[in-house]
């Protein structure tokens, strides 16, 4: 049965990490025995539930001879792993892959999961060698359209696979009452508050300055913002944010609330709940995963949101950085009838589940192992 090795930077948090546990599940789930090397993190323990074994090689390095180090580790571990296929998630360690499947002859893929800035010659080369794999995986179609312009993949490499979510975790029927409580509780928000809701790391491109600004436009005294997301280490842009909201008179009305273990709970809560990126999102997991919560979510109308909502039909569209726009469909959602927001919400989980499921998702990842393994036999 075929190992299949995946690696990455590291294991904490986020689309590229919850997307590597989802494939160990999926890769032992057919019998294959799934590694993952990365520095570690949270999600190393969710690795190993799911059935796969982390190795811990210093793979955030971005330094020549650390990726040069790492290709030569990488390519021992190929060999004595028995190794059949790598899956490189991330451009550093991409690198280290390379040069390890150039030694061991092993094929690898990779999937794009970024809309990777290019302003140079020589960051453009940098970002290449995540079209350098077998084959070339896009998480959204914004991605695909980005990597065939930027550089030239074919058809033939090119698989578009959408990320996705458990539609039994993210059900809006299932008993959340008491864990909706207790959030609204930890979070400190008053009885009967409406709650628009932005779950994102804490980075300035996320747009949590923008549902700030709008906020204040908005004159509502019982609507919160409340932030859902890591903010990494960036004090200095969340203390920006908060020197922000007090000189726009909303600081009672803002709750930054950290990481949340239980995102079901904390979208049930919302009334409504925004994405608000002033760059385009290579997909935006979080969108679908409201959705399939049935929320009604106000997205910026560009990248991967402007693919898995359907405007005024399973989300609502707004021009990227517009303040007044969203504060003006914030407004509009609050004010619409229960019924209109309740059907808005049953179509938005009716196109997740048609679309955007874990499932899904892995089984065209697995396609995508076969295929590779197939034509190197």
């Known amino acids: 049965m075929p190992t299949i090795l995946q690696v990455l930077p590291a294991l904490d948090s986020g689309g590229v990490e919850r997307g590597t546990v989802e494939m160990v599940e999926a890769i032992a789930r057919q019998g294959w025995t799934p590694l993952v090397a990365s520095q570690g993190g949270r999600l190393v323990p969710a690795v190993e539930r799911a ?8 793979l955030k390095t971005k330094t020549p001879w650390g990726i040069w180090r790492n290709a030569t580790t990488l390519a021992r571990l190929m060999r004595e792993e028995r190794v059949d296929l790598v899956h490189a998630r991330s451009r550093a360690p991409a690198w280290s892959v390379l040069k390890a499947c150039q030694a061991t002859g092993i094929p690898f893929v990779t999937t794009y999961h970024g809309a990777y800035s290019e302003g140079s010659r020589s960051k453009r080369l940098y970002n290449s060698v995540m079209t350098r794999g077998a084959r070339v995986i896009a998480a959204s179609g914004f991605i695909a359209d980005l990597v065939r312009r930027q550089h030239g993949v074919t058809e033939e490499k090119l698989r578009l696979i959408p990320r ?10 299932a008993a959340l009452g008491l864990r909706v409580g207790r959030l609204a509780q930890a979070w400190g928000l008053p009885e009967g508050a409406q709650v628009v809701l932005l779950p994102a790391r804490v980075s300035r491109w996320k747009g949590q300055s923008v549902l700030i600004e709008a906020l204040s436009l908005l004159k509502r005294p019982n609507l919160f913002a409340v932030f859902v997301g890591s903010d990494q280490g960036r004090h200095t842009y969340v203390r920006e944010l908060l020197d922000q909201a007090a000189a726009q008179g909303v600081t009672r009305q803002i709750k930054f609330v950290g990481h949340c273990a239980d995102m079901p709970a904390a979208l049930l809560l919302a009334d409504v709940v925004v994405s608000a990126s002033t760059e385009p ?3 935006g997991r979080a969108v679908i995963e409201a959705q399939a919560m049935e929320r009604v979510v106000i997205a910026a109308g560009h990248g991967g949101a402007a693919e898995t ?11 990227p950085g517009d303040v007044q726009a969203l504060a003006g469909m914030i407004a509009a959602v609050l004010d619409a009838p229960a019924e209109a927001r309740q059907e808005m919400g049953e179509q938005a989980r009716a196109s997740v589940l048609a679309h955007y499921t874990i499932a899904a998702m892995q089984a065209a990842t697995i396609a995508v192992y076969e295929e590779v393994l197939a034509s190197r036999s």
């Open 51 to 58: 059935g796969g074994r982390h190795i811990a090689l210093p």
């Open 164 to 173: 996705g979510i458990d539609p039994a975790v993210f059900d809006p029927h």
């Open 281 to 283: 999102e290579a997909f």
């Open 309 to 319: 909502i359907t405007d005024q039909e399973t989300g609502l569209l707004v021009p």
